[in-house]
């Protein structure tokens, strides 16, 4: 059963960089049928999409948000990367990785909560 | 504002059947498969409906279907740890970007 974990640190500064890793298991992560991405949801609000990394390494990413983002795989480690730079409160969210398509997820992370607060 | 809408709240009885929608454009429901997510009590998502097919374990009274520039998900025989926020999904190609809808509140009464 393919499972997917989150780590990284549960508080950030504003203006600083949040930086999580999520570890894949109990599966390939080099699939050629398979995006691996990141989706966040603040505090009671819904789901926001940041963006997709194939295992080559070609990303999509959230116009909104693109800018600030950077995903990045290391098929060696069964692991890839968010970086999000200049955070703000805004930023505050619970961070899923996952596995899925171009359209969306079939896999899910348990999620990781991330405050940003000085 | 969600490129995709949603009813906020929709509610039904234990047995029922239960519609909820998707509804987006031509740049994405209209082109792309949708994805369904189920979210309970602020848990991690779990997706009932992925590519048009259900994924293992999860019961044969979800289903999906399309219409267009809407997407739809039905429960058959609503139980009541169907309780849930339940979300959908796909891809805008005017936007490149993966689009969620702003989530539908699910009760069962």
């Known amino acids: 059963q393919l499972q997917l974990q989150e780590s990284g640190p549960g508080l950030v500064k504003p203006s600083e960089t949040l930086s999580l890793t999520c570890t894949v298991s109990g599966g390939s992560i080099i699939n050629n049928n398979y995006y691996w991405g990141w989706v966040r949801q603040p505090p009671g609000k819904g789901l926001e999409w940041i963006g997709n990394?194939?295992?080559?390494?070609?990303?999509y990413y959230n116009p909104s948000l693109k800018s600030r983002v950077t995903i990045s795989v290391d098929t060696s480690k069964k692991q890839f990367s968010l970086k999000l730079i200049s955070v703000t409160a805004a930023d505050t969210a619970v961070y899923y990785c996952?596995?899925?398509?171009?359209?969306?997820?079939?896999?899910w992370g348990q999620g990781t909560l991330v405050t940003v607060s000085s | 504002q969600s490129a995709l809408t949603q009813e906020a709240s929709v509610s039904g009885t234990v047995g029922q059947k239960v519609t909820l929608s998707c509804t987006g454009n031509n740049n994405n429901i209209g082109t792309y498969a949708v994805g369904w997510y189920q979210q309970i009590s602020h848990g991690a998502p779990k997706t009932v409906i992925s590519?048009?097919s259900l994924p293992s374990g999860i019961p044969d009274r979800f289903s999906a279907s399309k219409s267009g520039t809407t997407a739809s998900l039905t429960i058959s025989g609503l139980q009541p740890e169907d309780e849930a926020d339940y979300y959908c999904s796909t891809w805008d190609y005017s936007l490149s970007a993966v689009v969620f809808g702003g989530g539908t509140k699910l009760t069962v009464l």
């Open positions: 990394i194939y295992y080559s390494g070609s990303t």
């Open positions: 590519e048009n």
């Open positions: 996952a596995r899925g398509f171009l359209t969306g997820c079939d896999y």
